[in-house]
């Protein structure tokens, strides 16, 4: 979302008049890369959004100032492949096609697709033809990401062959005349060298659309729309402190002030301080009038004798809707419930494959909009985490609030296995505090995606002094990771393991051995429960 001058066309200058102030549509063929592409896009400085590709051409054109067409799983000769409507080829919206994209434009367009000579996985060298708008910039013989068995053997009538694999495969076609261009390759992985340069091309030389897309510019858009959607009516949130409620809640309280009412359910299951810590400093240095509600014994005494993870979740989860819908009830007067949905989850649900159940955090408070009969209010929808984070700095939040890790709704509880207690809520707090602590002394914990210690449900012998001890076991986890579906386990410095261990062992009471988790996802998830 970085601003980014006005481009040229071509090399000439573009008269801002001429230019559409727009967003990109991307068409969803089932591609696994979609979001990327969209990502690719904002990169650029430029809105997208993510359709199905059968969505209605007349709406697709809409504002829409170029179409890309998305790769697929599907062949187009076979008889249930999608197939994109041939009028988007004629609104004279310029369209770039990718791999699958590709090949279903030359399709519908008299071209020729075949199942390929050699299926190419991979990494794979391409070369650009003549001198196209599209390649401004891209050299000879770069590496780029290729992931498909069929190719385009003709190209439509009308097109050239824009580029070429080193193994002679048509990687690329294009009509300058209607605007109309394929990669074969996948510009949008990281894999690909310039693809973002491609993608910049397509979006800025051809289709000359300016980037406008800014923090500074969605602020100012939501603010408004949010003003004319509530007037004078009142909106409750769920503040956990996290990221995502965090930049929402100031975020709605820049457009509507204290007509905004943030509940911060205190669950007892929260690290120690630093929840409470983040609430405080939006409170006092943003001026948010934060609801504190302590729900700890209430928590507490739900979890009792509960080991089951999945039973522990479910409590929780209905706890804290309940504790939330009393609360809302007694604020009283309100008409909004504001959610922190993220545009990934916008994605899912118009995607191909179709929506599918994706685990929601705490805050989304499913069901209370019903009970309550309150209108849903979700100002980031269209954004992408790192974009919240971004927002997030422009709206003036700590660049430490906005880069903690990810912590889980149903918090400690899942990271204590076995029976949730007091006591071991205050022996894992003390012990995760330190390790964190470590982290961060020694400059760690920006590099690390997601950090914590997890209580064990077992005994463990050691010796302190002269004394036999029988105490509780716990496990530093760290891990890498983009997105939290994949991870990696994080090599974490042995002097930093050596103080974490002895100042665990020795500061926190209970605990006579620290194991460090060195399992990657998959096969194993990132909590312990
Ligand atoms: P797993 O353990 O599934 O975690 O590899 C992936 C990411 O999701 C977080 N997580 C949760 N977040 N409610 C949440 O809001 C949950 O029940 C939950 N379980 C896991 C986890 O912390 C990691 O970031």
């Known amino acids: 979302m970085e601003t980014r001058p006005e481009t040229a066309i071509d090399g000439g200058e573009v008269n801002v008049a001429d230019v559409r102030r727009t967003r990109v549509t991307i068409l969803d063929f089932g591609s696994q890369y979609t979001h990327l592409i969209a990502r690719r896009v904002r990169e650029c400085g430029v809105y997208s959004e993510v359709m199905r590709f059968d969505h209605d051409v007349g709406e697709v054109a809409e504002d829409t100032g170029a179409i890309i067409l998305s790769g697929g799983p599907s062949s187009t000769y076979g008889e249930d492949s999608p197939?994109?409507?041939?009028?988007?080829?004629?609104?004279?919206?310029?369209?770039?096609?990718?791999?699958?994209?590709?090949?279903?434009?030359?399709?519908?367009?008299?071209?020729?697709?075949?199942?390929?000579?050699?299926?190419?996985?991979?990494p794979q060298g391409f070369t650009p033809e003549g001198a196209n708008p599209l390649f401004y910039e891209v050299p000879d013989g770069i590496k780029v990401w290729m992931s498909h068995g069929d190719e385009v053997v003709e190209p439509p009538p009308g097109f050239s062959v824009l580029g070429r694999s080193t193994d002679g495969m048509i990687a690329s076609i294009g009509s300058d005349e209607r605007k109309l261009y394929g990669l074969q390759f996948h510009p949008e992985v990281v894999h690909t060298e310039h693809g973002g340069q491609v993608i910049e091309n397509f979006v800025h030389r051809i289709a000359g659309i300016i980037s406008d897309w800014t923090p500074a510019s969605f602020v100012e858009e939501t603010v408004s729309a949010i003003r004319s959607e509530v007037g004078e009516g009142r909106v409750v949130c769920a503040l956990s402190g996290g990221v995502d409620s965090s930049v929402m809640s100031v975020l709605i309280h820049r457009a509507i002030g204290d007509r905004l009412v943030p509940i911060f359910v205190d669950?007892?299951?929260?690290?120690?301080?630093?929840?409470?810590?983040?609430?405080?400093?939006?409170?006092?240095?943003?001026?948010?009038?934060?609801?504190?509600?302590?729900?700890?014994?209430?928590?507490?005494?739900?979890?009792?004798?509960?080991?089951?993870?999945?039973?522990?979740?479910?409590?929780?989860?209905?706890?804290?809707?309940?504790?939330?819908?009393?609360?809302?009830?007694?604020?009283?007067?309100?008409?909004?419930?504001?959610?922190?949905?993220?545009?990934?989850?916008?994605?899912?649900?118009?995607?191909?494959?179709?929506?599918?159940?994706?685990?929601?955090?705490?805050?989304?408070?499913?069901?209370?909009?019903?009970?309550?009969?309150?209108?849903?209010?979700?100002?980031?929808?269209?954004?992408?985490?790192?974009?919240?984070?971004?927002?997030?700095?422009?709206?003036g939040i700590d660049a430490d609030i906005l880069g903690r890790h990810p912590f889980p709704g149903p918090g400690l509880a899942v990271r204590i296995l076995g029976e949730v207690t007091a006591e071991r809520i205050s022996v894992l707090q003390e012990a995760d505090a330190i390790a964190i602590e470590e982290i961060r002394r020694a400059g760690l914990y920006d590099d690390i995606w997601q950090a914590f210690v997890v209580l064990l449900p077992v005994h463990s012998v050691g010796v302190m002094g002269d004394e036999?001890?029988?105490?509780?076991?716990?496990?530093?986890?760290?891990?890498?990771?983009?997105?939290?579906?994949?991870?990696?386990?994080?090599?974490?410095?042995?002097?930093?393991?050596?103080?974490?261990?002895?100042?665990?062992?020795?500061?926190?009471?209970?605990?006579?051995?620290?194991?460090?988790?060195v399992s990657s996802k998959p096969p194993s998830t990132i909590e312990w429960e």
């Open 83 to 122: 197939r994109p409507d041939s009028a988007l080829f004629d609104l004279g919206i310029p369209v770039l096609g990718i791999c699958y994209g590709m090949q279903a434009m030359a399709a519908a367009l008299g071209g020729e697709v075949a199942e390929g000579t050699t299926r190419e996985y991979g």
């Open 267 to 395: 669950n007892g299951l929260l690290r120690k301080d630093e929840d409470r810590d983040v609430i405080e400093r939006l409170r006092d240095g943003l001026g948010l009038t934060v609801d504190i509600v302590d729900a700890r014994d209430r928590f507490l005494e739900a979890l009792r004798g509960v080991a089951d993870p999945e039973e522990k979740r479910k409590i929780i989860g209905n706890a804290f809707i309940e504790v939330f819908e009393e609360e809302a009830r007694r604020i009283g007067g309100i008409r909004y419930l504001a959610q922190g949905t993220l545009y990934p989850d916008v994605i899912e649900s118009v995607s191909v494959k179709g929506p599918s159940a994706t685990i929601k955090s705490h805050h989304n408070v499913g069901g209370l909009p019903e009970i309550m009969n309150l209108k849903l209010i979700e100002p980031l929808r269209t954004l992408f985490k790192d974009e919240v984070r971004k927002v997030g700095g422009e709206l």
């Open 468 to 517: 036999r001890t029988y105490e509780n076991v716990v496990a530093v986890r760290a891990v890498d990771s983009r997105d939290g579906m994949t991870a990696h386990w994080f090599p974490m410095p042995h002097e930093v393991l050596e103080r974490m261990s002895t100042r665990i062992i020795n500061g926190v009471r209970g605990v006579n051995r620290v194991c460090y988790d």
